[in-house]
């Protein structure tokens, strides 16, 4: 087990944003995964350079089968699911670890982490499985909720600087 420093351990908000944080890292990484072998399996890729690796240029089409997934099911899902992932984990990555900074209650960061994790997993289910709506709205906006709040709170804290 690798060694925490002891001013690391001192930081429990921070741990727990790490700890966050590494799960929804896992599950981008996840999809990312799923997404490749969906393209491998339907021998359609996007890049020449893909087809080539894979078989010959004749994989750089567009494949019916993979076009119908972008349309409809689950290749254009991942692909909308990742880049979300994105979107929002990446701005929660850095409001999280500044928040970490503020001293805040553990038990109130705790929250702010596991309702953003929560949220975002869920969301990614409802965009896999494609739920009924308003699943995935929902998630999306409850796993907003905390990401505002440390935002305001980071705002706050530092206005009086600027």
């Known amino acids: 087990r690798a060694a925490l420093s002891p001013?690391?351990?001192?930081?429990?908000?921070?741990?727990?944003?790490?700890?966050y944080s590494t799960i929804l890292i896992l599950k981008m990484y996840v999809v990312a995964?799923?997404?490749?072998?969906v393209r491998l399996r339907k021998k359609a890729f996007a890049n020449p350079e893909d087809a080539l690796r894979n078989g010959g240029l004749q994989y750089y089409r567009e494949d019916p089968d993979v076009e119908r997934c972008r349309r409809r099911n689950n290749l254009l899902s991942?692909?909308?699911?990742h880049r979300n992932d994105m979107e929002n984990i990446?701005?929660?990555l850095f409001l999280g670890a500044i928040y970490s900074l503020l001293d805040p209650s553990?038990?109130?960061?705790?929250?702010?982490?596991?309702?953003?994790?929560?949220?975002?997993?869920?969301?990614?289910?409802?965009?896999?499985l494609q739920l009924k709506a308003p699943t995935r709205s929902v998630a999306y906006s409850v796993a907003q909720l905390p990401c505002f709040s440390m935002a305001?709170?980071?705002?706050?804290a530092t206005?009086?600087?600027w």
């Open 159 to 161: 206005a009086p600087y």
């Open 152 to 156: 305001l709170q980071i705002l706050l």
């Open 106 to 128: 553990p038990t109130v960061a705790r929250i702010h982490f596991f309702i953003f994790c929560v949220g975002r997993i869920v969301h990614t289910v409802a965009y896999l």
């Open 7 to 19: 001013k690391m351990m001192e930081n429990k908000v921070f741990l727990s944003f790490t700890f």
């Open 33 to 37: 995964i799923i997404t490749g072998q």
């Open 78 to 81: 991942l692909f909308r699911a």
């Open 90 to 92: 990446f701005p929660f």
